[in-house]
């Protein structure tokens, strides 16, 4: 069975950083096309970031692009979400993902950023 908990949210100021982890299970991440994405209240889901299988490829879209940064350790079977430079829009619920912004999702972590 495939499950997936993300966590590392939190309250952060604007300018701050957070790392989010997806502990998964029921599947390698190492061998998988993994994404994050998040939800603001009252908002559409939108798709944050992704890694392909290989581990080669990342992709951001440009709101994020450069503030964040998507990586994997197979060892630990984790994925990771670094957001640099965090902005009051980056407000919402994050989620990891197995596959696109479509795929099998998690329960997600909530991060504020608040001054």
């Known amino acids: 069975e495939v499950q997936l908990q993300a966590s590392g949210g939190g309250l952060a100021q604007p300018g701050g950083s957070l790392r989010l982890s997806c502990a998964a299970s029921g599947f390698a991440v190492s061998d998988s096309y993994m994404s994050w994405i998040r939800q603001a209240p009252g908002k559409v889901l939108e798709w944050v970031s992704s890694?392909?299988?290989?581990?080669?490829?990342?992709y951001y879209p440009d709101s994020v692009k450069g503030r964040f940064t998507i990586s994997r350790d197979g060892a630990k079977n984790t994925l990771y979400l670094q957001m640099n430079d965090l902005k009051t829009e980056d407000t919402a619920i994050y989620y990891c993902?197995?596959?696109?912004?479509?795929?099998?999702r998690g329960q997600g972590t909530q991060v504020t950023v608040s001054s």
């Open positions: 890694i392909d299988a290989p581990g080669r490829f990342t």
């Open positions: 993902t197995k596959g696109n912004a479509q795929g099998i």
